[in-house]
């Protein structure tokens, strides 16, 4: 494709999404809202030694953090101060997911095989902690997790032998099952998710649900459900996959039918020349947007809603972009190692890394 016809690309996939519920509120005299003014990270959590690798916002000051060797850290003040929980039994895992209801109600994941895929579940802020789930499937692997409602969510694992293994529960995670494989698209050899941000699965209220794929070597997925999990369907996105290695690492919604995804290649030789795609129908269609810039994989990625104009953060071990145009261009905020960030609005825009955990913050509009 040549440049001209990858900006037009961009541009028809822009105005699909202005077009869909992005559209940018009108100021008193009828123009067009200005977009966020230029935005800078305040590190709220500082830990040479701690990877933050989720993030969840429960509102405008309560904010869960997981990451490895065990990392779980909350804030209700908006950053000002941390507790650290500790989970008893999971002190050396890799928390990969995190999804918080309250200051109080929380769920933690973690990765690995066998039995170090795992759930544990807080009803008191930290100070205790509940295993939920353990995997005792020796070829699975999960990735990541999320919840519709305080009753409702799944877990997705990578695939083996042709078949991916998600688990659901409808009890508030006192119990899970596995979604019977024969309703949810089969996997392509090798094919799984990357556990990098926490985001390759997103719900939304009303039993919509999504989750990305990669590490195929062929066409990379957004496989979707409408309906809490008992059907499934699936469409090709315009990352590629071209190794093990490469795909799609991150999916964030502001609204049921408006999203991005990110990706891109862990490997040098990975060679991914579209590393993010947008929609505004809900995941039925993507629609690959100008390169991040961020070069190699981008981890993750979050829509952010309620902003003037269509705005995206984009994140990855060599820093953090954003765009104020849908995706059609970005720009470089910082070069901070980043692997995961949240948005709940444009004052609730939150990341992590290696050693941080960092709040956005935009400059006065003017």
Known sequence: MTRGATRAVVASAVAVVVGCGGEPDAGDDG?????????????????????????SIVDDTTVWVSGGSGMVARTVDGGATWSRPVVAGGEDLGFRDVHAFSADEAFVLSIGPGTDSRIYRTADGGASWTLAFQNE??????????FWDRQRGFAFSDSHEGEFTLVRTVDGGTTWSRIDPAVVPDARPG?????SSGTCVVTRPG?????????SGVD??????EDYGRTWS???TPIASVSATSGVFSLSMSDDRSGVIVGGGLAPEDSVPVDAAVTADGGRTWTALAPTGLGGAVYGVAAVPDAPTPTFVAVSPAGSVWSVDGGASWRRIDTRDYWTVAAAGPDAVWAGGRGHVSRLRFAPSR
């Open 137 to 146: 499937d020796p070829n699975a692997f999960f990735d990541c997790f999320s």
């Open 234 to 236: 699936e469409v090709v």
């Open 191 to 195: 094919e799984g998710a990357f556990a």
């Open 220 to 225: 990379t997925r957004v496989v979707a459900t």
């Open 31 to 55: 123009t067009a809202a200005r977009p966020l003014a230029e935005p800078s990270w305040e590190v709220v959590l500082a830990d040479s030694g701690a990877l933050a690798i989720s993030v």
């Open 207 to 215: 039993g919509l649900g999504w989750f990305v794929t990669g590490a």
